[in-house]
């Protein structure tokens, strides 16, 4: 069974930048959406960053300007580049990947921001 696999995460100080990673262990064909959910403390899992076929990529709000999502549908991967992280970042980030018939999760990964 394919399953996707995060890294990257770690502990990093406000104003810092970290890139996470996500790859799958197998291919998955036809994805129509892809990115990265994130999870803080005492909160709903949260959509960060997303690309979609035909929707181009969006990002909430509260990282615009600061996260940039790259992904390559062919190779299954995705990477999120996060700069000017703040304390209020602190989650655990998974990486999700969408197709008509199945919806992907990766095991999350915990980025802490602080100082």
């Known amino acids: 069974q394919v399953q996707l696999v995060e890294s990257g995460g770690g502990l990093v100080h406000p104003g810092g930048s970290l890139r996470l990673s996500c790859a799958a262990t197998?291919?998955?064909?036809?994805?129509?959406?892809m990115g990265w959910y994130r999870e803080g403390p005492g909160k709903q899992r949260d959509l960060v960053a997303s690309f979609a076929w035909g929707g181009g990529t969006n990002y909430v709000d509260s990282v615009k300007g600061r996260f940039t999502l790259s992904v390559d549908t062919a190779k299954n991967t995705a990477s999120l580049q996060m700069n000017s992280l703040k304390p209020e970042d602190t989650a655990v980030y998974y990486c999700?990947?969408?197709?008509?018939?199945?919806?992907?999760w990766g095991q999350g990964t915990q980025v802490t921001v602080s100082s």
């Open positions: 197998g291919r998955i064909f036809s994805i129509n959406n």
């Open positions: 999700y990947q969408d197709t008509v018939l199945r919806h992907y």
